[in-house]
Nanobody
Framework: EVQLVESGGGLVQAGGSLRLSCAAS????????IGWFRQAPGKEREGVSC????????YYADSVKGRFTASSDNAKNTVYLQMNSLKPEDTAVYFC?????????????????????WGKGTLVTVSS
């Protein structure tokens, strides 16, 4: 069974940092990229970042470029999203999902919509 579990969210002041984790199981980690998505209150879910560890590629939405960094620990089948210089507009529930390798760039471009099921996500709240 494919399973991805997000953790690491919390309440942080603007300018602060958080590191999210996405623990994956039930599939061959190297065969997929891992995308990070977020959904703010009253807004549609959007792609934030994507990492393809097997291809050594990362992609970021313009809104987070330079502030967020995705990384992976293949030995632990875990992907991380380091979020620095957080802004109130980063407040959202953050999700991770396994996506086909060739679609990773679409996640970063904010146009990928092929995820069929979502986990619970982890809530990030940035206070001003």
């Amino acid at each position: 069974e494919v399973q991805l579990v997000e953790s690491g969210g919390g309440l942080v002041q603007a300018g602060g940092s958080l590191r999210l984790s996405c623990a994956a199981s039930g599939f061959t980690f190297d065969d997929y990229a891992i995308g990070w998505f977020r959904q703010a209150p009253g807004k549609e879910r959007e792609g934030v970042s994507c990492i393809s560890s097997s291809e050594g590629s990362t992609y970021y939405a313009d809104s987070v470029k330079g502030r967020f960094t995705a990384s992976s620990d293949n030995a632990k089948n875990t992907v991380y999203l380091q979020m620095n210089s957080l802004k109130p507009e980063d407040t959202a529930v953050y999700f991770c999902a396994a996506v086909p390798l060739y679609t990773c760039w679409l996640v970063g471009a904010g146009t990928y919509s092929g995820v069929d099921s979502w986990g619970k996500g982890t809530l990030v709240t940035v206070s001003s």
